[in-house]
């Protein structure tokens, strides 16, 4: 497609369960984001991917997080054990790399996750 | 560590009339990008427009305009007319020169009043 697209849309989950996240980047970006924004806050910077480098995971808020993308295709973010405070909207974003600079980042509409 | 500020939670302006919205950022680094982002209930973030800090010059996107002010650390947004479709959280962020982490401020709500 044009744009970024991430599955689902809406996630309903059971504390405690894992629940895996799905971003689908534009093609030929090969810089890619993870967010997590919390209802009425701005956004938290999570994991970012770039071409076949190892992964910028200082965002991660806790080792129950962790993500993968292989190549420049598509991305996975897994939360294990899901705690009530992982509820938020988790938005997924990608950008070309040109002459070593990142251009503006493309998101997607986002996964709201919602653990009861 | 890099801090942006949105001072503002909420914000509204009658339509075709100009709103100014409010940024600062806390850095020590002397390049680096800065971006308003728009994002409409359908949660997508839209980027509104951006500033290079080498830049003097401030960027405009056809309504939009910025006030950069690299001394005092402040990035305003102008939305000039503005229109019913304008109504959206708005965003601020900036990002070190070569770095990844993109830090957001905590948005400002426009209303836009018809």
């Known amino acids: 497609g044009a744009g970024v697209s991430q599955s689902p849309s809406n996630k309903v989950t059971e504390k405690g369960k894992d629940v895996e996240l799905r971003c689908d980047p534009i093609?030929?970006?090969?810089?890619l984001y993870w967010y997590r924004q919390r209802l009425g806050q701005g956004l938290e910077f999570l994991i970012y991917?770039?071409?076949?480098?190892?992964?910028?995971k200082s965002g991660l808020p806790s080792d129950r997080f962790s993500a993968e993308r292989t190549g420049e295709s598509v991305s996975t973010l897994t939360i294990q054990r899901t705690q009530q405070e992982d509820s938020a909207v988790y938005l997924c974003?990608?950008?070309?790399?040109?002459?070593?600079?990142?251009?503006?980042?493309?998101f997607g509409d986002g996964t709201r996750l919602s653990i009861l | 560590a890099q801090t942006v500020t949105q001072s503002q939670p909420e914000m509204s302006v009658q339509e075709a009339e100009t709103v100014t919205l409010s940024c600062t950022y806390d850095?020590?680094?002397?390049?680096?990008?800065l971006f308003w982002y728009k994002q409409p209930p359908s949660r997508q973030m839209i980027l509104v427009i951006r500033?290079?800090?080498?830049?003097?010059q401030n960027a405009t996107e056809n309504r939009f305009s910025v006030n950069f002010q690299k001394a005092a650390k402040s990035f305003s947004l102008k939305i000039s007319d503005s229109q019913l479709g304008d109504a959206a959280m708005y965003f601020c962020?900036?990002?070190?020169?070569?770095?990844?982490?993109?830090?957001f401020g905590a948005g400002t709500r426009l209303t836009v009043k018809p």
């Open positions: 093609s030929g970006h090969t810089a």
């Open positions: 850095t020590s680094e002397s390049d680096y990008y």
């Open positions: 500033q290079e800090a080498y830049k003097q």
């Open positions: 962020a900036y990002r070190r020169y070569n770095n990844n982490d993109m830090r």
């Open positions: 991917f770039q071409g076949n480098s190892a992964p910028d």
């Open positions: 974003a990608s950008s070309l790399v040109l002459g070593g600079s990142n251009q503006p980042q493309h």
